[in-house]
């Protein structure tokens, strides 16, 4: 995958950091606490207005219960389907995201990207939490059941 855009990059782990903090049912304060910087700065991060440095990254993916790796191929499989979904939103017909980004901010803003991003990114976590599922199920036997 090619380098995404800076916004669109930061918008989408943003929107994961997010949504699997919110999943775990851990608030703002604690969750920021647990990762070592303010909840301010947590709360530029879900917000796509600041981007973690590496040790944070690490931190952010370590209290979800995941490498940082992990972490990373979730985001760039929201970044993946936001574009998708950015393409079906502005009516693009180009195979690759280079030129992509720019128009769909000009059209939609960022408020608008968000809002593909949040959609994208659920999407994401739903394909994740059914293989997971899939996965636990694999491993049962007949003990299990």
Known sequence: MSAPDPIVYAVVLGQVVAALRK?????Q??????????QAT????????SVPNAYVFASIAEALGMSASELS?????????????AKGATG???????????PVLAIA????????????VASVLKDQ???????????ETEADL
């Open 23 to 27: 999943r775990r049912g851990i608030g």
């Open 29 to 38: 304060v604690e969750f920021a606490r647990t990762i070592g910087v303010s």
């Open 42 to 49: 947590l709360s530029r991060i879900e917000r796509g207005k």
């Open 73 to 85: 191929e979730t985001v760039d499989r929201g970044i993946e389907r936001t574009g998708r979904a």
């Open 92 to 102: 693009q017909k180009s195979s690759g995201s280079a030129g992509l980004w720019g």
């Open 109 to 120: 803003g960022v408020v608008g990207l968000v809002g593909l991003a949040t959609f994208a």
């Open 129 to 139: 939490e059914a293989v997971s599922y899939t996965h636990l199920r694999a491993h």
